[in-house]
């Protein structure tokens, strides 16, 4: 049988006890998840954490962690929390049923633009029939990735098997066994300004670091064809907003799918919400599977329990 174990979590905005609570009982009932104060009533008995955007202070109770996991792919918000403690291991989850979401909700905006689908529905609205007679090939249209984890790995492989010629930038060359086919993936330095002058839509699936904080700006939309679209399934921190407005405006941009924002929830007077340009969603774009949450904490769980040191692919140097 595993050993009993206790796991914290730490959120400011989310009751992860609430959300996870059920699937740990299923997939991990030799894991007690607790809450932050009840954790504190024993800290020595609590053995890892789970977290997302923990309270600036969220640590300090718990100093003897064995590691904290976030509940999805993205480590920022935990990496960015003061009080974690250096040394300790950072995990993310890596839940390929997400990464097809994420996938299938990125080919859903390609096409919506290629497609020109909002054209449609203004037409379903007006009682008008109006056929597109020259249809763009996918084959036609250029696709760049930003990013190109696992689900930037999974993205490029669907829309390239749509027909789509998909490129992606990468921070380091992949294994050649891990690039779908059809799918060119440059690296280094200069590989962004390589690609973007050849991209007809760019998708952002970057982590949010200091690199990245600010990278969607009138700077890189420069480097566009004039009437590219962007669309953006990072981090809200990563655009300039204004630079959108403005590069809308110039017809750099001709259109952008936004599911992220600096601040969340959009407010209701922010120039996005009427913007036919721009098509809104309340970052949706994807959620990792609780299951696979708890299956995933029980495997490192496991680790300790045979005396296995905790592997992390998080790299906080460079902040993912």
């Known amino acids: 049988m595993p050993r009993a174990r206790r796991c914290v979590w730490l959120s400011a905005t989310l009751d992860l006890g609430?959300?996870?609570g059920a699937d740990f009982r299923a997939h991990a009932p030799h894991i007690e998840l607790v809450d932050a104060v009840t954790a504190a009533e024993d800290p020595a008995s609590v053995d890892f954490a789970l977290a997302w955007k923990p309270a600036a202070d969220a640590f300090i109770p718990f100093p003897k962690l064995a590691f904290v996991s976030s509940i999805a792919a993205g480590v920022d918000n935990i990496l960015a929390c003061p009080s974690l403690p250096q040394g300790l291991p950072v995990l993310r989850v890596r839940d390929d049923d997400q990464a097809r979401m994420m996938a299938g909700f990125a080919a859903?905006?390609?096409?919506?633009?290629?497609?020109?689908?909002?054209?449609?529905?203004?037409?379903q609205r007006d009682g008008v029939w109006q056929r597109k007679l020259r249809k763009q090939p996918a084959r036609e249209v250029r696709i760049l990735i930003l990013g190109f984890g696992h689900m930037g790995r999974v993205a490029a492989g669907v829309l390239s098997g749509l027909g789509y010629d998909v490129r992606a930038v990468a921070r380091r060359?992949?294994?050649?066994?891990?690039?779908?086919?059809?799918?060119?993936?440059?690296?280094?330095?200069?590989?962004?300004?390589?690609?973007?002058p050849q991209a007809?839509?760019?998708?952002?699936?970057?982590?949010?670091?200091?690199?990245t904080r600010g990278l969607l700006a009138a700077d890189l939309f420069a480097k566009l064809p004039a009437g590219a679209v962007l669309i953006q399934l990072g981090r809200g921190e990563q655009l300039i907003e204004a630079d959108l407005l403005a590069a809308l405006d110039a017809g750099q941009l001709s259109a952008a799918s936004l599911d992220v924002f600096?601040?969340?929830?959009?407010?209701?007077?922010?120039?996005?919400?009427?913007?036919?340009?721009?098509?809104?969603?309340?970052?949706?774009?994807?959620?990792?599977?609780?299951?696979a949450l708890a299956r995933h904490i029980a495997a490192v769980a496991e680790r300790l329990d045979r005396g296995l040191p905790v592997e992390t692919s998080v790299d906080r140097g460079a902040g993912y």
């Open 108 to 123: 859903w905006h390609v096409l919506w633009h290629h497609r020109g689908m909002g054209d449609y529905l203004a037409q």
């Open 200 to 211: 007809d839509m760019v998708i952002n699936l970057l982590p949010l670091t200091e690199d």
């Open 262 to 291: 600096q601040v969340e929830p959009l407010p209701a007077d922010h120039p996005f919400w009427r913007d036919p340009r721009i098509l809104i969603t309340p970052h949706e774009a994807s959620e990792p599977d609780a299951g």
């Open 18 to 20: 609430a959300i996870f």
């Open 173 to 196: 060359a992949p294994d050649p066994a891990l690039v779908p086919d059809g799918v060119t993936v440059l690296a280094g330095p200069d590989a962004l300004d390589r690609l973007l």
